[in-house]
């Protein structure tokens, strides 16, 4: 499975970004996807998943009622809708696609490269 993220940019503390993450390969496979992020000097966290047929999601507490977890297997993509933005929330973000929804807050089995988001205050 190959994973390209994308949307990334700068935005004010407070405002929203839209990521997206487009798969591609072992797509029959049924992957769970989900999305992660590193901020500078910390180790990478998990912030929230959706199974297959985009009936179950997961996310982080640190992103909870933020955050929105959508997909559409038409298009082969997956969307990280992020609002209410805040600085904490600056890190390299990356998408992940594991088989099992319950595993993939622990790890991907496939990554995509990161994209920035950086939050301003």
């Known amino acids: 499975v190959q994973l390209q993220a994308s949307g990334g940019g700068l935005v004010q503390a407070g405002g929203s970004l839209r990521l997206s993450c487009t798969y591609s390969?072992?797509?029959?496979?049924?992957?769970?996807m989900g999305w992660f992020r590193q901020a500078p000097g910390k180790e990478r966290e998990f912030v929230g998943a959706?199974?297959?047929?985009?009936?179950?999601?997961d996310y982080a507490d640190s992103v909870k009622g933020r955050f929105t977890i959508s997909r559409d297997n038409a298009k082969n993509t997956v969307y990280l809708q992020m609002n209410s933005l805040k600085p904490e929330d600056t890190a390299v973000y990356y998408c992940?696609?594991?088989?099992?929804?319950?595993?993939?807050?622990?790890?991907?089995?496939?990554w995509g490269q990161g994209t920035l988001v950086t939050v301003s205050s």
């Open positions: 390969g072992r797509t029959s496979s049924k992957h769970a």
């Open positions: 959706i199974n297959w047929t985009g009936s179950r999601t």
């Open positions: 992940a696609a594991r088989t099992a929804l319950s595993q993939l807050r622990y790890g991907g089995d496939y």
